[in-house]
């Protein structure tokens, strides 16, 4: 049993297949080109943005597209005046027009850590574009002696030394003496035969869990811009919103510009 903190690291996202990479002669997944002087890579992830949203457009098959139109695209400066290639400029026609279901076709999976109940009732809200495999309260035991040590808590960071519950008593001391209670309770209820399913019922909304959650492009766009910071989303699915950010635009920088639009 302890306090825990947030952690999002990203599992897996879109990647190309080697057999339609080596018929497009992409080298290590990766489709290298040069833009008034600057190197560039195109990443997966916008190869196959590429290749949905032309095949809209496109009397060319899907599995052709890239290899007639990717130079095109990619070695071409934007002809829009902003930044960037002609996928660039594709990319925000698209997304500029609404029609940013060609984004869906984009996944990322996060292993999500150390995140209270209370963010997780608010996050499966999102339910269009998501998929959520969540540690169970039914079959992991919380109890002290068990495998987990007891269940671990997310403290909220309006809960300080500096609040005084009472004379003597911290708002920190009253939050950390509940869950301490409450553990006992757990404990006693399971020594006493109370199955786990059961037992969890005392269990508060500040216990921790993990998930596994996968989203296409265009729902976690439509996720951050509703739990961003500074939009009125409570502090830890915006922290959790900034993160899932910043594991995207890690690996598809291409795509900063879109979270900051939202």
Same mark, same amino acid.
């Given at each position: 049993m302890a306090?825990?903190?947030?952690?999002?690291t990203?599992?897996?996202?879109?990647?190309?297949?080697?057999?339609?990479?080596t018929?497009?002669?992409?080298?290590a997944?990766?489709?290298?080109?040069t833009?008034?002087?600057?190197?560039?890579e195109?990443?997966?992830?916008?190869i196959?943005?590429?290749?949905a949203i !032309?095949t809209c457009?496109?009397a060319g098959?899907p599995?052709?597209?890239f290899e007639k139109e990717?130079?095109?695209? &990619?070695r071409?400066s934007a002809?829009?005046?902003?930044?960037?290639?002609?996928?660039?400029?594709?990319f925000?026609h698209?997304?500029?027009s609404?029609h #940013?279901?060609?984004?869906e076709?984009?996944t990322?999976?996060f292993?999500?850590e150390?995140?209270s109940?209370?963010l997780l009732a608010?996050?499966t809200r999102h339910?269009?574009?998501?998929?959520f495999?969540v540690q169970?309260q039914?079959y992991?035991? &919380?109890?002290?002696d068990d495998?987990?040590?007891g269940f671990d808590y997310?403290v909220?960071?309006s809960?300080?030394?500096?609040?005084?519950v009472s004379?003597?008593l #911290?708002?920190?001391d009253?939050?950390?003496?509940?869950?301490?209670f409450i553990?006992?309770?757990?404990?006693q209820l !399971?020594?006493?035969?109370?199955p786990?399913?059961?037992?969890?019922?005392v269990?508060p909304n500040?216990?921790?869990t993990?998930?596994?959650m996968t989203?296409?492009l265009r729902a976690?766009?439509?996720?951050?811009?509703?739990?961003?910071?500074? !939009?009125?989303a409570?502090?830890?699915?915006?922290?959790?919103a900034?993160?899932?950010?910043?594991a995207?635009v890690a690996v598809?920088?291409?795509?900063e510009?879109y &979270?900051?639009?939202?």
């Amino acid at each position: 049993m302890a306090e825990t903190q947030m952690s999002v690291t990203l599992i897996a996202h879109t990647k190309l297949s080697e057999d339609f990479a080596t018929q497009n002669e992409i080298d290590a997944l990766r489709y290298n080109f040069t833009v008034n002087g600057k190197h560039l890579e195109a990443t997966d992830g916008q190869i196959v943005a590429l290749t949905a949203i !032309r095949t809209c457009y496109s009397a060319g098959k899907p599995s052709e597209i890239f290899e007639k139109e990717g130079d095109k695209y &990619f070695r071409q400066s934007a002809s829009d005046g902003e930044d960037g290639t002609e996928a660039d400029r594709l990319f925000r026609h698209i997304t500029r027009s609404g029609h #940013t279901s060609t984004l869906e076709h984009i996944t990322y999976t996060f292993a999500i850590e150390g995140v209270s109940r209370a963010l997780l009732a608010q996050l499966t809200r999102h339910r269009v574009g998501f998929s959520f495999s969540v540690q169970s309260q039914r079959y992991v035991r &919380f109890g002290s002696d068990d495998k987990t040590g007891g269940f671990d808590y997310v403290v909220p960071p309006s809960v300080t030394e500096d609040k005084q519950v009472s004379e003597m008593l #911290t708002a920190k001391d009253a939050f950390m003496q509940a869950m301490m209670f409450i553990q006992a309770a757990y404990d006693q209820l !399971r020594a006493a035969g109370v199955p786990a399913e059961d037992a969890r019922m005392v269990l508060p909304n500040a216990a921790a869990t993990n998930l596994t959650m996968t989203a296409n492009l265009r729902a976690l766009l439509d996720f951050y811009g509703k739990r961003r910071k500074g !939009r009125g989303a409570q502090w830890e699915i915006a922290e959790l919103a900034e993160q899932l950010r910043a594991a995207v635009v890690a690996v598809d920088p291409w795509t900063e510009p879109y &979270f900051d639009a939202v």
